[in-house]
């Protein structure tokens, strides 16, 4: 499948609330094939635990860096996935993006 270059999002220079949001936004507005590279200052393993249920084989999660300091993901959009559905709160509930 072909991909484009991933959107790049520091998601340390945001508050929690803002990070929800923005993350279900942007992958909202990713069609298949596209992806977003996220910067996390903590584990992003709740977020990725939220994909697999929100977006079961609707998306590819690929770790690129893992702390201590800094986290950075992939996620690339496989499938369209229902706006309603990746929009939920995201982070179980903001676990992950404190």
Known sequence: MPSTAATHI???EFGQ???QALIASCF???RAGDAVELLFDHDPT???HHFEDRAPGGFEWSPL???P???RVRIAK?????AAVAAD??????ACCA
């Open 28 to 30: 909202d507005t990713l």
């Open 46 to 48: 709740p977020l990725r």
């Open 89 to 94: 709160s995201c982070c179980a509930g903001g």
């Open 65 to 67: 860096e893992a702390g």
């Open 78 to 82: 496989v499938k369209a996935v229902a």
């Open 69 to 71: 300091d800094l986290w």
């Open 17 to 19: 609330r803002h990070r």
């Open 10 to 12: 520091d998601l340390r």
